[in-house]
């Protein structure tokens, strides 16, 4: 299978409830990255997994958290949701490599919205 | 927050025409990659370049680094109104770093 799948790809909740996002990772990549994107901006970095271990986390409260299965597929949950929170979520795959040659493999996002 | 910043935010040109798209960045990076984005959907990578070269092509697309001045540009030249999308580029300090992405510049070729 090839390219990034993500589910759902919109999803409308009300603030203070939780939410479970899901990708399934490009075939061969060991690394997935999630990403957030409000309405007009670039995306910015939640956090990164590397063979199941996070190993890279951005400017996001604990209250985003994630998880990578041992077939590279991703969650990314969100408790106590807040109407900031309403964004595009975009999840991306990559492989590993020292130098990097290629660029992310990103899924077509999953469009959240709180109410 | 963001590293790269593009220049413009937006653009408006006729087909035919070529786009150039700038990127500014702050601090020393291993390669820097230019994404594409159609609306509300996922990015799409177009070109990374090293930070040991200074130019690349790939089709109508052409990237400059100078590393010098912390900058890249994106062109694309005989613009079709199918390249009307959200560019931006994005960072890696380390090529083993989360992607840093800039805010992007909004392309409108219209036909």
């Known amino acids: 299978e090839t390219g990034v799948t993500q589910s759902p790809t919109h999803l409308i909740k009300t603030r203070g409830q939780q939410v479970t996002l899901r990708c399934s990772s490009q075939?061969?990549?060991?690394?997935v990255s999630w990403y957030q994107q409000a309405l007009g901006q670039g995306p910015q970095f939640i956090f990164q997994?590397?063979?199941?271990?996070?190993?890279g986390r951005g400017n996001f409260p604990p209250r985003f958290s994630g998880l990578q299965f041992p077939n590279y597929s991703s969650e990314l949950n969100v408790n106590a949701l807040e109407l900031d929170d309403s964004a595009l979520y975009l999840c991306?795959?990559?492989?590993?490599?020292?130098?990097?040659?290629?660029?992310?493999?990103f899924g077509s996002g999953t469009r959240l919205t709180v109410v | 927050s963001q590293q790269g910043e593009e220049d413009p935010q937006a653009l408006s040109i006729q087909e035919g025409e070529n786009a150039t798209m700038n990127c500014s960045y702050k601090t020393s990076i291993n390669n820097l990659q230019w994404y594409r984005q159609n609306s509300g959907r996922g990015l799409v990578h177009l070109i990374l370049?090293?930070?040991?070269?200074r130019e690349k092509h790939s089709g109508r697309l052409r990237v400059t680094l100078d590393t010098s001045k912390k900058s890249s540009s994106l062109l694309i030249t005989a613009s079709r109104a199918a390249d009307t999308a959200s560019y931006f580029c994005?960072?890696?300090?380390?090529?083993?770093?989360?992607?840093?992405f800039g805010k992007g510049t909004r392309l409108s070729v219209i036909a």
């Open positions: 991306a795959s990559s492989l590993v490599s020292f130098p990097r040659s290629d660029g992310y493999t």
């Open positions: 370049i090293r930070s040991n070269e």
């Open positions: 997994y590397y063979r199941e271990e996070e190993n």
């Open positions: 994005a960072t890696d300090y380390s090529g083993n770093t989360p992607l840093v």
């Open positions: 075939s061969g990549h060991n690394t």
